[in-house]
């Protein structure tokens, strides 16, 4: 069975607090690893897609790492408004998602 | 409007009512999709539609009747839901159709509560 696993479960940062939130993953044929944004009482909005061990991408203070077990979201020198619940997700066949619990981050100014 | 888009936003129902939930998406994509997130809990998928029609169920109670009359608009139609249901329920769309890897993007959600 496909499990994604989410750490940690919340984080405090004070602006400007670099820190990384970790989303390890067992599946069977990864095809792709999804990261998602989600404010409170709205859909989750997409940051990033990582196909393959060693693939990276970034986004303004973000950046998306991908290994074979597991992808981590690094985040630089944070902002308040970077403060949302982070969402990892897999995809192995089909169209089928399976995400993770999420980690909710606060940045304190 | 642009993107994918829910209403209504916010639904309160009794236990006997029948209610429906729409999605439109404005991004010319060929798949739809029926998520529900409950608090704690990680985004379940429900319903997955291809070109209209229904590839997926992930065995959702019958009290649960999903609708897609077109690529762009789908329906959520429910009836005689239990307390348990009151969550919130998020439509997203894909440009391919499934099997392949392609990035699902969500609409705002429909909170739902059920008395």
Redesign the interface.
């Known amino acids: 069975e496909d499990q ?1 696993t989410q750490s940690p479960e919340a984080l405090r940062l004070q602006e400007g607090e670099s820190s990384s939130l970790n989303c390890s993953y067992t599946v069977s044929g990864l ?2 690893l ?1 990261w ?1 944004r989600q404010d409170p ?6 940051l990033f ?1 990582l ?1 393959s061990a060693g693939e990276e991408k970034e986004k303004e203070r973000l950046k998306a790492t991908l290994t074979k077990k597991e992808s981590f979201l690094h985040i630089t020198a944070p902002k308040p408004e970077d403060s949302a619940t982070y ?1 990892c ?1 897999v ?1 192995v ?10 980690t909710q981050l606060t940045v304190n100014p | 409007e642009t993107g ?1 888009t ?1 209403t209504p936003r916010h639904l309160v129902m009794g236990m006997t009512n029948k209610k429906s939930l729409k999605c439109e998406q404005h991004l010319g994509h060929n ?1 739809m ?1 029926w998520y529900k997130q409950s608090a ?4 379940e ?1 429900m319903f ?1 539609y ?1 070109f209209k029609e229904q ?2 169920n992930n065995s959702v109670p019958s009290r649960f009747s999903p609708e897609c009359p077109n690529s762009s608009h789908l329906f959520l139609h429910l009836h005689t839901l239990q307390p348990e249901d009151s969550a ?1 329920y ?1 439509c ?1 769309s ?1 440009g391919k159709p ?2 392949t ?1 392609d ?7 429909t ?1 739902l509560t059920v008395l």
Do not use: H
Request: no cysteine; charged share 15%.
């Open positions: 994604v095809r792709g999804f998602y009482g709205k859909g989750p909005e997409f897609t196909y969402l997700a995809q066949g089909g169209s089928r998602l399976t995400f993770g619990e999420g | 994918v829910q798949a999709y704690k809990k990680p985004l998928l997955v291809n590839t997926e919130l998020l997203a894909s499934s099997g890897t990035t699902q993007y969500f609409g705002p959600g909170r």
